[in-house]
Structures are given as C-alpha cells and as structure tokens.
C-alpha cells in the first residue's frame, strides 16, 4: 500500500478512545505486551477500548489472556476476520494504533495506518522504523514493556502530541506504486545496465 498523507487528518474521534491493533494473533507480533501495557493502563484508571483485527493465529496465551481481561471487565475485543469496510471503519474510529512487532519483513498494518492518517506505536527497528521515520509514528524497542505502556498513556492522555501526530502524518511525502517500482528499477536493473554500458563502451 503506498504510504502518505492522503488519509483525512484532524482531531481523533470523539467519544471513549479506541487503541487498534492490526496483525496476525502470533507471538511474534507481541501482542501479549500489547495487552500488559492496556491492563497497567487500566489499573490506573485510564480509560479506552483496545481492538485487536487480525488473521488466525497459534497458541493459547494470547487468547486465554484476553479471556481474562474480558472477565474482568476490560474493554478488548477481539476480530479475526473482517471485511475491508469494517477494517476501514475500525481505522477511522482509532485515536492511534499499535504495532510493536519483533521482527517484520515490512509492516503493512504501520503503513495502512498511516494512509488512513491514524498514527502509529511502533516498534523503532527494521522496516517498520523506516516505514515510520518520516513523522506520524512513536517508535518505541518492543522488548521494553515500560516504553510501550509510556508511548500509549501519552497519546491517550496528552491530546496534544496526538494532534502533532496527526498533522506529521499530512506532511509525509505521498508516495505510489510507480515510486516504489522506479526504485526497485534503479536498484535491481540500474547497475545492470551500467555494466553493459561499460562493456559496450
């Protein structure tokens, strides 16, 4: 999905804050300190809903610890599958999401975000670090619980900093599928060219 500022920015959604959490249910997703952060949060009285979308996962953790937090009262919700429509809508309904994944190849959730100018806790290597670098994204190390939990009760109690998210997000240069195929071009093709060029020469 090409990235940029072509989502709609502007205050966050009225009404309780809604956290997102796009990805698959695995444990490399991180899901599990994702939902540590939401309960420390919690316990301090801080109010919100936590929604996790994704595909199908594997083990029991994630879920049985959901089922907990459920029991006790805790707004989270979980969805497996959802049409585009409702992703969309989730999007829109998001003060910001949250993506601290310990390895990815990409991070198409951070990228999705941001064009729907949502901003983003991320995590602060690899491509999703890349992905958010230009602005509209709190990068944070996913193996450091208390970073998470502070990245997520600042944007959910300073209004401020989310708003200054959001217009980093406007700023973003808008990138489409013909910029990245240049580049993939000039990287994969150019010095092919070059060194028949040479040879030619």
Same mark, same amino acid.
């Given at each position: 999905?090409?990235?940029?500022?072509?989502?709609?920015v502007?205050?966050?959604?009225?009404?309780r804050?809604?956290?997102?959490?796009?990805?698959?249910?695995?444990?490399?997703?991180?899901?599990?300190?994702?939902?540590?952060?939401?309960e420390?949060?919690?316990?301090?009285g801080?109010?919100?809903?936590?929604?996790?979308?994704g595909?199908?996962?594997?083990?029991?953790?994630?879920?049985?610890?959901?089922?907990?937090?459920q029991?006790?009262?805790?707004?989270?919700?979980?969805? /497996?599958?959802?049409?585009?429509?409702?992703?969309?809508?989730?999007?829109?309904?998001?003060?910001?999401?949250?993506?601290?994944?310990?390895?990815?190849?990409?991070?198409?959730?951070?990228?999705?975000?941001?064009?729907f100018?949502?901003?983003?806790?991320?995590?602060?290597?690899?491509?999703?670090?890349?992905?958010?670098?230009?602005?509209?994204?709190?990068?944070?190390?996913?193996?450091?619980? /208390?970073?998470?939990?502070?990245?997520? /009760? /600042?944007?959910?109690?300073?209004?401020?900093?989310?708003?200054?998210?959001?217009?980093?997000?406007?700023?973003?240069?808008?990138?489409?599928?013909?910029?990245?195929?240049?580049?993939?071009?000039?990287?994969?093709?150019?010095?092919?060219?070059?060194?028949?060029?040479?040879?030619?020469?």
């Amino acid at each position: 999905m090409p990235t940029g500022g072509s989502g709609e920015v502007g205050r966050p959604p009225v009404g309780r804050p809604v956290v997102l959490v796009v990805g698959s249910h695995e444990p490399r997703k991180n899901h599990l300190a994702v939902l540590h952060s939401a309960e420390v949060l919690w316990r301090e009285g801080v109010d919100f809903s936590l929604w996790f979308i994704g595909g199908s996962g594997w083990g029991e953790e994630f879920p049985d610890r959901v089922a907990v937090l459920q029991g006790l009262g805790r707004s989270v919700r979980v969805e /497996r599958a959802v049409s585009d429509r409702v992703l969309a809508g989730a999007y829109a309904s998001a003060w910001f999401t949250v993506f601290p994944s310990l390895h990815e190849g990409f991070g198409l959730p951070v990228a999705e975000s941001l064009s729907f100018g949502v901003p983003v806790i991320t995590t602060g290597y690899g491509s999703t670090a890349e992905i958010g670098g230009p602005g509209g994204c709190v990068l944070v190390d996913p193996r450091d619980g /208390r970073a998470l939990t502070d990245a997520m /009760r /600042r944007l959910l109690g300073e209004p401020e900093v989310l708003a200054g998210l959001r217009a980093q997000i406007a700023g973003r240069p808008v990138r489409g599928w013909q910029d990245y195929a240049d580049e993939l071009w000039e990287f994969l093709v150019g010095p092919e060219l070059a060194v028949v060029g040479e040879g030619g020469g």
